[in-house]
């Protein structure tokens, strides 16, 4: 008797309580994004530039300009990663040429 008693006990009381929690997650919405390309160039042992991948721009602009119209220099490839993340960008490596002059890497991020 007291075994039916806690079968039917179980039955109504742990059985919700056990649905509620298989229930599916609610479908996330999915994000947009928007991809880039970018490489960094090795102009000195202490300059390193971006191509600017831009296509707004003209092409005979094909490095990141600073504000006096010059192409930007970065003191290292870390300075110049940290400008692309700051833009929003998440950075995949993609490759280096053959003779270690250039670092390639895809951009994605969400479309703004």
Do not use: C
Not at 22 to 39: K, L
Not at 54 to 81: C, I
Not at 87 to 111: A, H, K
């Amino acid at each position: 008797m007291k075994r039916l008693f806690f079968l039917a006990l179980l039955a109504t009381t742990g059985l919700p309580s056990l649905t509620s929690q298989a229930r599916t997650p609610a479908a996330t919405a999915a994000v947009a994004y928007e991809y880039g390309t970018a490489a960094i160039n090795k102009y000195t042992l202490r300059q390193w530039r971006l191509s600017d991948t831009d296509p707004t721009h003209s092409r005979t602009q094909w490095y990141v300009q600073n504000e006096q119209g010059k192409d930007r220099f970065w003191m290292s490839q870390a300075e110049v990663l940290n400008y692309l993340a700051s833009q929003g960008w998440e950075i995949l490596p993609q490759g280096v040429s053959p003779d270690g002059v250039n670092f390639y890497y895809m951009l994605r991020r969400p479309v703004r």
